[in-house]
């Protein structure tokens, strides 16, 4: 399988690492990026080719990761599905618009294309995908991150919201996605607290789900890259073991 990075920040730096030591399982052979010297530090890595032009790439590859920002989901995602290009998105959050993911959803089965969208910074998706199938009652998310991944600084804890999914993503595009995650697993806008706290040194997220099945309750500790400290190793982790699970014979989990 051929494929190609959209955004050659954090979460391309850990991927392309691994297709250096040959553990990615498949072809990494084409960056895109407006700044061209990232895509080409990239690149030189795996003697990788820069796209100059978004359509350069989807002539040459099977899959493309978006790992940009959310405005890239509206603006470039959906001309990669028209070339019939299967995508993964990073920027999960984008997905929380229904307009959009029916557009996209649309564009994708038009030109017999898939979009994935990785687990992330969290653990339990596949036990909420699985809960779906009944009813849930309730599910929420706590997050807790250390103030300056947030942007603002202070020396006590502060709620910053409190409120659904969808608002929490728009208010803070580059840090929840793993509310939309969770959203889309179990097909209802999860609670959302997010809280800047100064004793914490990682990125926290604690999900607490109720439904028919039973209840469970999850927390994640998350390794924050240290390229960006608003991004968690942990999401770009998903991402490759969705890239090598394509290959798979064998897939374990839901």
């Known amino acids: 399988m051929r494929v190609g990075i959209l955004g050659c920040g954090a979460i391309a730096n850990i991927i392309t690492n691994y297709a250096v030591e040959g553990k990615l399982g498949v072809d990494l052979n084409f960056f895109y990026d407006r700044d061209l010297e990232r895509a080409e530090n990239l690149a030189s890595q795996v003697d990788g080719t820069v796209a100059l032009k978004l359509e350069d790439m989807l002539e040459n ?24 290009v299967n ?6 959050g984008a997905l929380l618009n229904n307009e959009l993911r029916e557009r996209l959803e649309k564009i994708a089965s038009e030109n017999n294309a898939r979009i994935y969208a990785p687990s992330g910074a969290i653990v339990g998706l596949d036990g909420i995908k699985a809960a779906s199938i009944g009813k849930i009652q309730s ?6 991150k250390p103030p300056k991944s947030l942007g603002i600084v202070t020396d006590e804890e ?8 969808g608002e929490a993503v728009q208010k803070f595009p580059m840090n929840i996605n793993v509310a939309a995650s969770l959203s889309l697993a179990c097909g209802r806008e999860v609670d959302v607290k997010i809280i800047a706290d100064p004793s914490v040194n990682r990125n926290m997220h604690e999900v607490h789900v109720v439904g028919d099945f039973g209840e469970f309750t999850t927390i994640t500790k998350n390794m924050r890259c240290s390229m960006n400290p608003k991004t968690s190793v942990l999401a770009a982790y998903s991402a490759i073991k969705l890239l090598k699970s394509l290959n798979e014979n064998i897939r374990v989990g839901t």
């Open 61 to 84: 590859v099977d899959l493309v990761i978006e790992a940009a920002a959310p405005q890239a989901v509206g603006e470039v995602v959906p001309h990669v599905l028209e070339a019939g």
């Open 139 to 144: 599910a929420s998310l706590v997050t807790r």
């Open 158 to 165: 502060q709620v910053l919201y409190e409120g659904k999914a």
């Open 87 to 92: 995508v993964i998105i990073m920027s999960v």
